[in-house]
């Protein structure tokens, strides 16, 4: 019987957080990872152990994906040290505070770079190295549709980064299926109170926040139904109802 190639997932914003939590569960589920990180080495390092821990290997690409150079170099890398591309997963991104009529045409750009150009740039890179079967993953926030004035311009990448998902969805078939996941409260921010956090989970239908495992069911589903392309799951208990 012949020797089926070992599949291979590359997940942005891996060495932490959000981005780890999907890079360990790909592994679970039998994939090798190429780990992007940018500038937390040491995060990258013990993730790429616990990674290795579980049988499988793992390329770490440094990169900062709000400059197009670096991410031409990443696939130069990953092109030289794999045959094929089977996942990619746009986690990476940033969420400062960034109220339209106070932030600069600077913060802007750079929300926007990494939150929506990135995301647009890894794709068509991706596409090259992906076989038939190939899923692209955007990770995109519900808030995109919940109009947060704090955060008009995050919100603004993460709206725009749904309809790119659409677009390249269309693009890319019937060869390469994409699709994305939207959760709500996923998270807690380090530095945001224990207090405040459970006041926003009380706010939401569902009267909890979301928890990593349900962002992991949403992934599964995703991959296992081949017939789903050009949607985002919403996770987010019920905010968006209003």
Known sequence: MEKQPQKLALVTGAAHRVGRELALHLARRGFDIALHYEKSEEEAQRTRQEIEALGRHVMLLKADLANPAEIDVLFDTLGQAAESL????????????????????????????????????????????MHSGGVILNISDAGADLHWTGYGAYGLSKFALNELTRLLARQLAPAIRVCGIAPGLLLKAEEMPQAEWERLAARVPMKSAGDVQGLLDAVDLLLANEYITGETITLNGGASLG
């Open 86 to 129: 089977d996942v990619l997963v746009n986690s990476a991104a940033v969420m400062p505070r960034s109220d339209l009529l106070k932030i600069t045409w600077q913060e802007w750009d750079g929300i926007f770079a990494v939150n929506l150009r990135a995301a647009w740039l890894m794709a068509r890179h991706a596409s090259q190295l």
